[in-house]
């Protein structure tokens, strides 16, 4: 039995591998005709006690990512054998948000990550979002490792 993925899910993260989970979304999306959501996850820790705007903060790096992308989301908005693609970014702390508000509404077959490649003293107090994904979610992930 094949498995064909209907939704499928990129996470981008800002990191060196961004533009590459971008291309291999886009790539799979189009060979599979998935739709295609692109999320973002501005981490809300930082500025908790500063009484931050997170709407408006969401907002303007929403506009970023779209403006970094512009590009690779025009061809794949026009690309015939992708049916949707959205780009969603929300705040709050990042594996919870992504996980609560991106990906579960999403429901998608399929996540793509990047791998930040943390150092082992970072790894062990921060952990990794890519492991975080493969551990809790109960579709395939596809990590994309660094260069």
Known sequence: MSMQYKRIFAALDGAKTQEMVAERAIELAASEHADLVFGHVVDSVPYEAAGTDFAALAMDMKKK???SLGDMLEAARNNPDIP???VVVKAGRITETLNEELI???DPDLVICGERGLSNI?????GSVSTYLIRNLRCDVLVVKQD
Request: aromatic letters at 22%.
């Open 84 to 86: 949707s693609v959205g």
């Open 122 to 126: 970072k790894y062990v107090f921060v």
């Open 65 to 67: 990512l779209e403006e």
């Open 104 to 106: 579960q509404p999403f």
